[in-house]
């Protein structure tokens, strides 16, 4: 299975918004509501930001918002944050009954 | 509070088997949810390996499928990996997780490194 696609990097100044963009299929993407999005910080674990392309964990920040259209994913980052700066991960199920991550996306917050 | 912790060793020679449980505290495996194993190469994305269903139903990546078998001990609350055949290219930390239709649940990840 092919690895979602995602931009290498994204950038965005304090206060700004950014987005994210997942690319797959519709074997995966496309063919479920089944997308996650993951915060990455060095040296930790991922941490679940959105579920079922647009829920919210308890806990993560309504700045962080979730939507799909078609094959592609998108994550929107608003209220950008020095905090917000992570690697960012898109995950799908798909018809193999299998999951599969995006490659990432580095944010950097200018 | 859910909490999962990897354990193995993080050090494998080539050619021999990758071995790691993933200790589950704060929920029983038995009652629910898929639990999977996720690795992630030096400076790379993750990569999903692959996820046992509660019931024992297991789910490969097609990728790493001949090489893999992961089992759960429910009288433990564990559940394991083994990547057979390793090679330098299977050296990455390893994370195992809680998911249905995400991830919610990580491990810390466990180092391990392939080499002789």
């Known amino acids: 299975q092919s690895a979602l696609t995602q931009p290498a990097s994204v950038s965005g100044s304090p206060g700004q918004s950014i987005t994210i963009s997942c690319t797959g299929t519709s074997s995966d993407v496309g063919g479920y509501n089944y997308v996650s999005w993951y915060q990455q910080h060095p040296g930790k674990a991922p941490k679940l930001m959105i579920y079922?392309?647009?829920k919210r964990p308890s806990g993560v920040s309504n700045r962080f918002s979730g939507s799909k259209s078609g094959n592609t994913a998108s994550l929107t980052i608003s209220g950008l944050q020095a905090e917000d700066e992570a690697d960012y991960y898109c995950s799908s199920y798909t018809s193999s009954s299998t999951w599969v991550f995006g490659g990432g996306t580095k944010l950097t917050v200018l | 509070q859910v909490q999962l912790q990897e354990s193995g060793p993080g050090l494998v020679k080539p050619s021999e088997t990758l071995s790691l449980t993933c200790a589950v505290s704060g929920y029983s495996i038995s009652s629910g949810y898929y639990w999977g194993w996720i690795r992630q190469p030096p400076g790379k994305g993750l990569e999903w390996i692959g996820s046992?269903?509660?019931?024992?139903?297991?789910y490969y990546n097609p990728s790493l499928k001949s090489r893999v078998t992961i089992s759960v001990d429910t009288s433990k609350n564990q559940f394991s990996l083994k990547l057979s055949s390793v090679t330098a290219a299977d050296t990455a930390v390893y994370y195992c997780?809680?998911?249905?239709?995400?991830?919610?649940?990580w491990g810390q990840g466990t180092l391990v490194t392939v080499s002789s």
């Open positions: 079922d392309v647009s």
């Open positions: 997780a809680r998911h249905h239709r995400g991830f919610d649940y």
């Open positions: 046992i269903y509660h019931s024992g139903s297991t």
